[in-house]
């Protein structure tokens, strides 16, 4: 049985003149007309409004709209169907003497892309939208189709592909990195970069606007070299999977994207298979160094087995909101070994409401033991959080400390990172070792710090232990024990 399709629209009838109307005017209008399984999405609403500005600015011979389009998307967001499939489309129904070119990472998708396109042109309900816009007899190849009686058409190549004597009025690059090892390789994204820059940039007509629509992987992919180079030039929509502070389409802070398709349970699940540095390219299309300026992976020895330690601290960082769905709390626990290495013995980090917190940390707590003396920033939530676990009869042995803190995050992981980078610093391997690690090395231009900002309290409690005033015995003595 053949393969149903997700175009065909509305069936074969004449429609109201008005309906054809707005269908030319209108790209999500047009959208909705012909794609029959069109799902109309905030993010798609505000990337219909900028595909139809770089329409108006070829349109207009350069005078309005955007010349240079920077679209970062997470995958399966439907990105490639609108930008590389019914965009196309709809310019060339409107322009049918402008030429288009498609371009991805291989030439096999720009002509999967070119040839959907192709089928859309072929349709009864498109004749109808545009009169006239068909395909030539003599040029339907899936690499290049041309208009019947115009000198438009659409051209399609992959990275690297020739080009010469071909021209675009749009000129559309949809994801030219295709694996995370093409994504990691030097050479690969010089050879991204030197296609772009000296074979398909050239190949703009006079107007013609430039699409580069793609899911980020790295800094120094052919986005970030572009906004790096020529930041000025481009105006760039960034869509988070989670979104985050000034959401460009007004989302409350951790609300995904396409909640109709991928809530916020698929989301984290997503999260956790792929682990913080590739989540936070992919998904929230802000790629960070593999290697962060603080932290350096390789620096961290990772260890199987904990040696003993002659003194254990366990530091929480809490989540200052607990309305603030993206924030964790997360509470590292820290040894000092007899030969002076630092061991990051075990990190617990969990997204939970303020009425939830006292019994995440007496859990905790009661698991470590009460040799394991406890920390927090002695600051208001925080604070109370202090207050409220000293409470605790069964915390009764337990020492737990409150610390000022009157430096910003950078100053009080600088001591840590100081350690790590002297190689004295070991890592038991763990479930948790990945995301942990992935934090650090990405801070400080990472999504979240609340393991870097624990992992500093935990050493400085370890550094100070002995010059800290107090010797503090007893859970209700709860007080300020030192400075950080």
Not at 249 to 274: H, S, Y
Request: aromatic letters at 8%; a negative charge; one cysteine or more.
């Amino acid at each position: 049985m053949p393969q149903k399709s997700p175009i065909g629209g509305k069936p074969a009838v004449s429609l109201p003149a008005e309906v054809l109307a707005a269908a030319r005017g209108d790209f999500g209008a047009y959208k909705r007309l012909i794609w029959k399984r069109y799902v109309d999405a905030r993010h798609l609403q505000a990337l219909d409004a900028l595909l139809m500005a770089c329409a108006r600015h070829v349109e207009s011979g350069g005078a309005e709209g955007i010349s240079h389009l920077i679209v970062e998307m997470p995958p399966r967001h439907s990105k490639t169907m609108n930008v590389s499939r019914f965009f196309p489309t709809w310019f060339l129904g409107r322009n049918p003497d402008a030429r288009v070119i498609l371009a991805s990472y291989g030439a096999t998708l720009a002509e999967k892309n070119s040839r959907y396109a192709r089928k859309i042109v072929q349709m009864p309900i498109y004749q109808q939208i545009f009169p006239g816009v068909q395909l030539a007899l003599d040029s339907r190849a899936a690499e290049a189709w041309d208009i019947a009686g115009h000198d438009g058409g659409l051209d399609a190549v992959g990275v690297g592909g020739g080009i010469t004597g071909k021209g675009g009025a749009i000129i559309s690059v949809d994801d030219p990195v295709k694996s995370r090892e093409e994504a990691e390789s030097p050479v690969y994204r010089d050879r991204v970069w030197d296609w772009f820059t000296d074979d398909l940039y050239t190949r703009r007509e006079p107007g013609a606007a430039l699409i580069i629509a793609m899911t980020r992987w790295v800094v120094d992919d052919l986005v970030g070299r572009l906004l790096r180079d020529q930041p000025e030039k481009w105006h760039v929509l960034r869509l988070p999977a989670l979104a985050e502070d000034n959401d460009p389409i007004g989302r409350m802070v951790g609300e995904p994207l396409w909640k109709e398709r991928f809530d916020l349970p698929a989301l984290q699940e997503t999260r956790a298979m792929l682990g913080e540095y590739a989540w936070t390219a992919l998904y929230q299309q802000r790629p960070i160094p593999s290697e962060g300026g603080v932290f350096k992976r390789t620096n961290f020895r990772l260890i199987h087995t904990a040696p003993e330690c002659v003194q254990t601290v366990r530091f929480w960082d809490l989540a200052m909101s607990e309305r603030t769905s993206a924030d964790f709390s997360a509470g590292v626990k820290m040894g000092g070994s007899a030969d002076g290495r630092i061991v990051v013995l075990d990190v617990v980090r969990q997204r939970v409401a303020w009425d939830q917190l006292p019994a995440l940390l007496a859990d905790t707590a009661l698991r470590d033991g009460p040799e394991v003396r406890i920390g927090f920033e002695q600051q208001g939530y925080m604070s109370r959080a202090g207050k409220v676990l000293a409470q605790d009869p069964r915390l009764h042995r337990y020492a737990i400390w409150g610390y000022g803190k009157d430096q910003d995050k950078l100053t009080n992981a600088l001591p840590f990172g100081a350690r790590v980078g002297l190689g004295l610093v070991d890592v038991m391997e763990a479930p948790w070792t990945g995301d942990y690690l992935d934090e650090l090395c990405a801070f400080p231009r990472g999504a979240h710090d609340d393991q870097v900002d624990a992992s500093a309290g935990a050493y400085e409690m370890l550094d100070g232990t002995e010059t800290a005033s107090g010797g503090l015995n007893h859970a209700d003595d709860y007080q300020i024990g030192g400075d950080y």
